[in-house]
């Protein structure tokens, strides 16, 4: 098959720049890579693919993209890819764009799109693709919803939006359907480079680093099974939190960690003769339970769902709220009459600071609060993953009801902030919660409840990196709307309008 001219059946990396994916409609096209009858002499020393994108907006997608491309060996010239200091890379990257460049990549983005000095270099790829007779020499490649400018706006592009892997795929199809050409060296050699170019060194000292998991110092000893006739379907029961523990349906009952005095308590004449049976947690969690028809894994779910109910539970009794995430998840957060506006000091053994948990942006007029999602695991150990979250809501108390919004938001507003800043927010997050405590105590039904241990767990490194002083390491509190992006809230603001 001549991939000049012909297009593989089925095929539909290609959209239009202007298309809209929500009106239900693509337009797939097929690529030319030089207008018929023009002089070819013009292309053969050209090799290289361009990529143009916002910096530093776009440059972690850039950086993934070239150093994919390089390890497969095809030639790629990207601002982000100063390899050598001293460089005039200004002039080096418009001759590449003028002379070397078989095809230009368009990463785009609201902010590739409104940078002019994107739209620079859209325009010399313009003037170049009629110089060469390429008609299709730009390619965009859609990472999020963008206004294409005018130049490309009937442009095909690549989407990339629903996972940047198959994406690449696609456009790797279009780079070998346009006849890109490919190096037969040691390509790995350039995509080190690259992996490198911003690397630092590290240094032979020590470094506590901290985690965001809650070691379970403490487990109840038994699991019970219990069997009940009477009261309807127990996943019922059980996904409606109805029981006064937590509880996970299995058969004709659940699985639960409480004790047997309560449970006959509250279901009485309800309980099947032989009605529960028991099992060691930690013969349950490592082997499940044989006779009852539940698996290793099934036995993990199962602790890991009891746990988080306790979890919530516990989150609903300090006042916390749930904002409904994907996959079924929450995340819990405070809002104004809950939680304190001011700094909350936290002092754990080595851990100690002042961060606030909540905190208003007077400029903007909406407010943000740190919450999180917990997660938790048998594997490697007993423990807690504590995922950090942000909410921005209306008055302090009703967040943001469309989920797109709140990502802009999350995305925006927080893109300075550090791994300290956050881990600080986090640290004091637990500590509210706790009430300033070392443990965190889950009533599971039982006098021996789950009890997770506070502040996360740390772990020293024998190398460390050193950490120039940054600016962005100011508090949240501090100076908020330094954090913020004109262009990105003018987004927002137009997103919202839609």
Not at 185 to 212: C, F, P, T, Y
Not at 234 to 243: A, D, I, K, Q, V
Request: one cysteine or more; aromatic letters at 10%.
């Amino acid at each position: 098959m001549d991939s000049l001219t012909e297009w593989p059946i089925g095929w539909s990396g290609f959209r239009s720049a202007n298309h809209n994916p929500a009106a239900g409609t693509s337009s797939i096209g097929r690529p030319s890579r030089r207008v018929r009858g023009e002089d070819t002499t013009a292309v053969d020393h050209r090799k290289a693919i361009f990529i143009s994108h916002a910096n530093p907006e776009d440059n972690a997608f850039t950086l993934w993209l070239a150093a994919k491309l390089s390890s497969l060996g095809y030639e790629v010239w990207a601002d982000v890819m100063r390899l050598r200091g001293g460089d005039d890379w200004q002039r080096k990257l418009e001759k590449a764009l003028r002379d070397l460049s078989l095809k230009v990549l368009f990463v785009g983005t609201h902010a590739g799109a409104q940078k002019q000095g994107v739209r620079n270099e859209i325009q010399v790829a313009h003037d170049v693709g009629k110089e060469i007779g390429d008609t299709e020499f730009i390619i965009p490649l859609r990472l999020r919803d963008f206004r294409a400018p005018f130049l490309i706006v009937h442009a095909q592009y690549i989407d990339f939006e629903p996972g940047w892997a198959l994406g690449l795929s696609d456009l790797t199809k279009t780079l070998e359907s346009y006849g890109v050409p490919r190096a037969s060296g040691d390509s790995g050699a350039v995509w080190r480079s690259i992996q490198l170019a911003n690397a630092k060194s590290v240094v032979g000292r020590s470094e506590r680093l901290a985690s965001n998991w809650l070691e379970i110092s403490r487990m109840p000893p038994e699991i019970r099974l219990v069997r009940l006739h009477g009261v309807g379907s127990p996943r019922s029961l059980s996904s409606t939190r109805e029981g006064p523990w937590p509880a996970v349906p299995h058969r004709d009952g659940f699985l639960s960690f409480a004790d047997p005095d309560a449970v006959r308590t509250h279901f009485g004449k309800t309980l099947r003769g032989e009605s529960i049976a028991r099992r060691r947690v930690d013969q349950f969690l490592d082997d499940g339970w044989p006779s009852e028809g539940i698996e290793r894994r099934d036995a993990e779910n199962a602790f890991a769902d009891l746990a988080r109910q306790g979890i919530e539970r516990f989150c609903i009794s300090r006042g916390l709220s749930a904002y409904a995430l994907s996959a079924g998840r929450n995340a819990w957060w405070a809002n104004l009459d809950v939680a304190p506006t001011s700094k909350i000091v936290f002092r754990w053994r080595g851990a100690a600071g002042k961060r606030l948990m909540q905190g208003k942006s007077n400029k903007r007029g909406f407010h943000w609060h740190i919450g999180a999602s917990f997660v938790p695991s048998s594997h490697p150990f007993w423990h807690v993953k504590v995922i950090e979250r942000l909410i921005f809501t209306e008055g302090g108390k009703t967040p943001f009801a469309d989920p797109r919004r709140m990502q802009r938001l999350r995305k925006s507003f927080a893109k300075t902030w550090r791994n300290p800043r956050w881990r600080d927010m986090m640290y004091a997050y637990l500590w509210w919660l706790s009430n300033g405590g070392s443990e965190l105590s889950l009533d599971m039904g039982t006098d021996r409840g789950v009890v997770l241990r506070l502040p996360p767990l740390s772990f020293r490194s024998p190398v460390s990196i050193p950490r120039e002083a940054d600016a962005a390491e100011v508090g949240p509190d501090d100076d908020l709307d330094a954090d913020w992006d004109d262009e990105d809230y003018d987004e927002i603001v137009e997103e919202a309008d839609e």
